[in-house]
């Protein structure tokens, strides 16, 4: 997440590099048929992953033809209700999940909210945003809504912070709970993207969802974000796996597919499979290289770590 500009387009303009793969699987624009053995985890491309191939519907048209079996796009409350109800129809038609949209978005520029501080005001405008994406989320026949628990306020003690962001979230549990959804929380890095976020590392987000104690209210472990604000990632994702609702991957650095950055994703991928994670798995990240030639190596960079992550 980065300023005004969305997430996704961030992601789309980081696409960067050299060399290409031999993997391209077919996938016309228009193809019905799936063409490609699919994922055996549920690894979840978004808009711009495959911009080569055409439209957003284009696109996830593609992605299921090379065997993806969900689709992630944070923008989807943004969008009409008409293009919501026509990708829940493709989903349907493709045998697909719909992972995590987000349900609040900050304000980057302005950083803002403060869902810890002062102002009561911030925090119901945060439920509003709830309140109204549990249609959005009806409609994709999403179960996840990615949440971000705002910016710390320097007037305010970090604890008397947390306090009141476990208050906001078991309020907005208490909203989602009975449709079935679940929020996840997303801690952010302050070193390289999002300096004075509250919310930083996956044990922070460990800490609030405990407090909160509600099925409604997980973690969403970004691993690019946890990288590289505190690392040690499998050891993270044990001691709080209770409280994880979500998984997302990019490499570090440079935000981009696996095997482009220092992180082992098939060992990752091993011990998700060993504790039989079967929900989404977003890639969060941009392609290393652009046009068709980036796209075939996305591909091919999750075909490595998804055969390499056999054998548990």
């Not at 033809?65 to 969008?79: I, K, L, V």
């Not at 109204?132 to 003690?157: C, E």
């Not at 907005?172 to 997303?186: C, K, L, T």
């Amino acid at each position: 997440m980065t300023g005004a500009v969305t997430r996704r387009t961030v992601l789309a303009a980081g696409t960067v590099g050299a060399a290409s793969s031999a993997m391209a699987m077919g996938g016309s624009k228009g193809s019905q048929g799936s063409n490609a053995a699919r994922f055996s985890l549920g690894y979840a491309p978004h808009e711009g992953s495959f911009a080569s191939r055409g439209d957003l519907f284009e696109q996830i048209a593609y992605a299921a033809d090379q065997g993806f079996t969900a689709w992630e796009d944070n923008e989807a409350r943004s969008r009409s209700v008409a293009d919501q109800e026509k990708m829940a129809k493709a989903f349907a038609q493709r045998g697909m999940k719909m992972g995590v949209f987000v349900a609040s978005m900050p304000k980057w520029a302005q950083s803002r909210p403060l869902l810890g501080g002062n102002d009561d005001a911030e925090r119901e405008a945060f439920l509003a945003d709830i309140r109204t994406s549990i249609d959005v989320a009806k409609r994709l026949n999403a179960t996840r809504m990615t949440v971000v628990t705002g910016f710390l306020d320097q007037k305010v003690p970090l604890d008397i912070q947390t306090a009141r962001v476990i208050d906001v979230m078991r309020k907005a549990g208490d909203i989602v709970a009975p449709h079935g959804i679940a929020m996840v929380m997303e801690p952010l890095n302050t070193r390289t993207n999002h300096p004075g976020v509250y919310m930083q590392t996956i044990a922070q987000g460990f800490a609030v969802a405990r407090g909160v104690n509600s099925p409604a209210v997980k973690i969403l472990a970004d691993l690019y974000h946890e990288q590289i604000q505190s690392g040690n990632l499998i050891p993270a994702l044990e001691m709080c796996w209770s409280e994880v609702g979500y998984i997302q991957f990019g490499d570090n650095p440079g935000r981009n597919e696996p095997g482009t950055g220092e992180i082992n994703y098939a060992s990752v991928v091993r011990w998700l499979r060993a504790r039989r994670y079967d929900g989404v798995i977003g890639m969060e990240h941009g392609n290393s290289v652009k046009g068709r030639a980036g796209e075939d190596r996305l591909i091919a960079a999750y075909r490595k770590i998804d055969s390499q992550g056999e054998g548990l």
